[in-house]
T-cell receptor, first 107, second 116 residues
Framework: RKEVEQDPGPFNVPEGATVAFNCTYS??????FFWYRQDCRKEPKLLMS???SGNEDGRFTAQLNRASQYISLLIRDSKLSDSATYLC????????FGTGTRLTIIP | SAVISQKPSRDICQRGTSLTIQCQVD?????MFWYRQQPGQSLTLIAT?????????ESGFVIDKFPISRPNLTFSTLTVSNMSPEDSSIYLC?????????????FGPGTRLTVL
């Protein structure tokens, strides 16, 4: 089993729609959780940290379920500029990156 | 967050040669890391660059192939030695916040390496 698993997509979503990604992780002792965004031929950029209580940043909501070992990201009112690859990242002794979920927002 | 620069941004190299990639940060940081991102894949940690001591390498990566220097808290280099086409990849440095290796990290723009 991979340490961090994501559905690679692609997700093709019309502008204005809501889209959700899930990610599962294998190490129950993991201590930190993040979503990163990576645009084509660019470096990954931190989108948001994920906390057990859940957290929201504008149109983005992230949640963590430690019992089931999964993390989710919800994007509301999607914009064309949201098109990117979203990386699920889990931290223990190091950060482990998922392979990413590719999202394309369609006009 | 810190401003991170890398040089070169890209290079095309012949097999058997070596390339040194530089990573410069605009502020002092404790944690610096080097990653590789092969085409179509996610990031893999190569090593943690430790200031004043030898780097800590992940499984599958060795110092002879990927020597790392960290002379101070704002600078590090990664050398890809005796290159082969399988080393073609994007190499990224990152800096961590705080003192832990599992805190959030911020990435440099990457070095795109092609080995012929």
């Amino acid at each position: 089993r991979k340490e961090v698993e994501q559905d690679p997509g692609p997700f093709n979503v019309p502008e204005g729609a809501t889209v959700a990604f899930n990610c599962t992780y294998s190490n129950s002792a993991s201590q930190s959780f993040f979503w990163y965004r990576q645009d084509c031929r660019k470096e990954p950029k931190l989108l948001m940290s994920v906390y057990s209580s859940g957290n929201e940043d504008g149109r983005f909501t992230a949640q963590l379920n430690r019992a089931s070992q999964y993390i989710s990201l919800l994007i509301r009112d999607s914009k064309l500029s949201d098109s990117a690859t979203y990386l699920c990242v889990v931290g223990n002794e190091k950060l482990t990156f998922g392979t990413g979920t590719r999202l394309t927002i369609i006009p | 967050s810190a401003v991170i620069s890398q040089k070169p941004s890209r290079d095309i190299c012949q097999r058997g040669t070596s390339l040194t990639i530089q990573c410069q940060v605009d502020s002092q940081v404790t944690m610096m890391f080097w990653y590789r991102q092969q085409p179509g894949q996610s990031l893999t940690l190569i090593a943690t660059a430790n200031q004043g001591s030898e780097a800590t390498y992940e499984s599958g990566f060795v110092i002879d192939k990927f020597p790392i220097s960290r002379p101070n808290l704002t600078f590090s280099t990664l050398t890809v030695s005796n290159m082969s086409p399988e080393d073609s990849s994007i190499y990224l440095c990152s800096v961590g916040t705080g003192e832990s290796s599992y805190n959030e990290q911020f990435f440099g723009p990457g070095t795109r390496l092609t080995v012929l």
